[in-house]
C-alpha cells in the first residue's frame, strides 16, 4: 500500500485553479454534493380533475456520476382552484422517475404522494379562485449512471377543477446528487 501526501494542488498554467473535469473515478465524501440540475418554466397554465396522477411539463434530466449516489428532488408551483365556489377541493403532487423508458412513481408519502409542507386543502367556503405555491422534495436512489429524468405529476383530490403551473410565477424542478 502507498502512500500520497501533499500540501498544495497547484494548476500547471495558473496557481489558482486545477481542472479536475477530466478526472474519472473520484470519490467525494459522503453528503458532498456532485452536482446540480435546474429546470424552470413560466408557461403552461394547465388543469386537471383528474383524481389519478397526470403528467406537466416540468422535469428535470439528470446522470449521475455514482451509482449509489442519492438524488433530492425538489420543485416548486404555483395552484389554484377552480372557479366554482360551491366545490371544496385539494391539490396533490408526486415524481415519477424515468430511465430507459420506464417511469416509476417515487413518492415518499401515502398513497404513492410526496409529502407536501402545509394543507393544501381549502373548503367551500374558501375555495373561491384560492391559490398557493407549493415547495416539496423528496429522495431517490436510482442506482444507475444513465440519465435519468423526473417529472412533476399532479392530481385533483376530489375531482373538481385545480389549475397548475401558474405562467406568472417561476415554477421549478431541481435534482441535486449527493455522494454516498
Partial sequence: MSTLAIDTI????????VDM?????????AGHVIQIQRTTQQSGNSSTTSTSMVST??????????????????YQTVWWLHLNPSNEEYFLTTVYRTVGGTATNIGAGSN??????GSKYRDSGNA????????????????????????????SGGGNEVRYIDQTSENSIVATEIAQ
Fill in 10 to 17: 497547484q494548476g500547471a498554467t495558473t496557481a489558482t485553479s
Fill in 21 to 29: 473535469s477530466g478526472v474519472t473515478g473520484l470519490q467525494m465524501p
Fill in 57 to 74: 411539463a416540468l422535469s428535470v434530466n439528470i446522470t449521475p456520476k455514482f451509482a449509489n449516489s442519492l438524488i433530492k428532488i425538489e
Fill in 112 to 117: 404513492g404522494r410526496v409529502l407536501q409542507w
Fill in 128 to 155: 373561491y379562485n384560492f391559490n398557493e405555491g407549493i415547495n416539496a422534495f423528496t429522495f431517490d436512489t436510482p442506482n444507475t449512471t444513465s440519465s435519468v429524468n423526473y417529472k412533476l405529476y399532479v392530481s
